[in-house]
Nanobody, 124 residues
Framework: QVQLVESGGGLVQAGGSLRLSCAAS????????IGWFRQAPGKEREFVAA????????AYTESVKGRFTISRDNAKNTVYLQMNSLKPEDTAAYYC?????????????????WGPGTQVTVSS
């Protein structure tokens, strides 16, 4: 069992930065791949970024490549999403999720545990 809690969201101007954190409970956290997804009002949830259990593999959706960086610190049971050069279209609720033995990191159905989310709002 893994419990996830996101933090670090907020209101920022376009071009600014935020760092989201996903803190996990559970001694087996290091075995899990972690993904970040987001959902804007009236839109479907979409994949943002993910990292494998070892940290050696990362994946990003095209629209955030070069702007967002995902990383993890297994000693702290935490995954980070550094978001730079934020745009108004990045505005959404951001969720982290955990899953084992995931073949396709971008597939939300592959993840077993989800956090409650944190809101990111980017003003123009």
């Amino acid at each position: 069992q893994v419990q996830l809690v996101e933090s670090g969201g907020g209101l920022v101007q376009a071009g600014g930065s935020l760092r989201l954190s996903c803190a996990a409970s559970g001694r087996t956290f290091s075995r899990y791949a972690i993904g970040w997804f987001r959902q804007a009002p009236g839109k479907e949830r979409e994949f943002v970024a993910a990292i494998t259990w070892s940290g050696s593999g990362r994946a990003y959706t095209e629209s955030v490549k070069g702007r967002f960086t995902i990383s993890r610190d297994n000693a702290k049971n935490t995954v980070y999403l550094q978001m730079n050069s934020l745009k108004p279209e990045d505005t959404a609720a951001y969720y982290c999720a955990a899953g084992l033995n995931i073949l396709t990191l971008s597939r939300s159905s592959a993840y077993d545990y989800w956090g409650p989310g944190t809101q990111v709002t980017v003003s123009s």
